[in-house]
């Protein structure tokens, strides 16, 4: 194992926390950036490793600071966690195109910001590893998570596609799938639960939040085992392109897996019979 460089998003709460600790107690040293750099520092503590920085990730300028204050500090960027993101729960048809575009800014187009940021510099030193977190409704929709599946699957078509542009760089790409993991994604600070109603949804809606509320606080998943996992993955000679965090991830893709198979199976003759008819000369 060398020592990197670490960047990463939303570290003064939640699974950012157990990331950048990981990191610093591995012996890496960390650029640790939050909206609110107080909350950073008391969540993490001093360490001579540590950076924190301003960061909100839906600001370009904020980004660019950030890594240039990490570049000034330590030189190098050789790891992006982009990991800071936020739930704006809802049925699809209840929430506000402001609550779906503020899904968007935050999940997708955020971790899309700051990795712009960051590519000249990996790109310049040709090595570099950007880890996404994603989560199991990137790999299929549910209920209630409309905004938060389409910010996902986005965040996943995009980063599939990015690997195949810089790998050309040295640089890798892991996608990260976790299962339900004990963070703050479900506290009040970062689940926004739609206010707008439509009275046939009602009955469903009362369950949704029953479900979601009640789940705070009781996932099975731990996080600072899932920040444990990253510091193998990233020390890794071949690190994977994308990782299921926890058993019920797993579980999930292979659910995924199986319904895509049976769909493809169901309907391949129909499927192989759209190509044009050429007529033979």
Not at 116 to 137: D, F
Not at 188 to 205: L, V
């Amino acid at each position: 194992m060398t020592n990197k460089v670490w960047l990463i998003t939303g570290a003064g709460r939640g699974m950012g926390v157990d990331i950048t600790k990981a990191a610093l107690n591995a012996g890496h040293q960390v650029i640790a950036t939050g909206r609110n750099p107080e909350r950073v520092l008391k969540a993490i503590g001093d360490h001579k490793n540590l950076l924190v920085v301003k960061l909100d990730i839906t600001n370009v300028a904020d980004a660019q600071a950030a890594v240039q204050a990490g570049m000034n500090k330590f030189g190098k960027i050789d790891v992006l966690v982009n990991n800071a993101a936020n739930f704006n729960a809802g049925y699809f048809e209840e929430l506000s195109m402001e609550e779906i575009e503020g899904q968007l800014a935050t999940s997708l187009f955020g971790p899309m910001k700051v990795t712009k940021a960051v590519l000249p510099v990996m790109r310049k030193y040709r090595s570099g590893h950007i880890v996404t977190i994603s989560s199991t409704a990137g790999l299929t929709g549910y209920t209630f998570c409309s905004a938060y599946s389409a910010s996902k699957f986005g965040l996943e078509g995009w980063m599939e596609s990015l690997q195949t542009e810089v790998e050309q760089f040295g640089i890798r790409t892991t996608i990260v799938n976790p299962g339900f993991f004990r963070t703050e994604l479900l506290t009040e600070e970062s689940t926004k639960y739609t206010e707008n109603t439509i009275d046939d949804y009602d009955d469903g809606r009362k369950q949704q939040l029953e479900f979601w509320k009640g789940a705070n606080g009781q996932q099975t998943g731990d996080p600072a085992k899932l920040a444990q996992a990253l510091i193998t993955i990233v020390d890794a000679t071949n690190p994977p392109k994308r990782f299921l965090a926890g058993a019920d991830a797993v579980a999930t893709a292979e659910q995924v897996l199986d319904k895509l198979q049976k769909e493809t199976d169901a309907y391949r003759e129909l499927s192989g019979s759209l190509g044009f008819n050429e007529i033979a000369k």
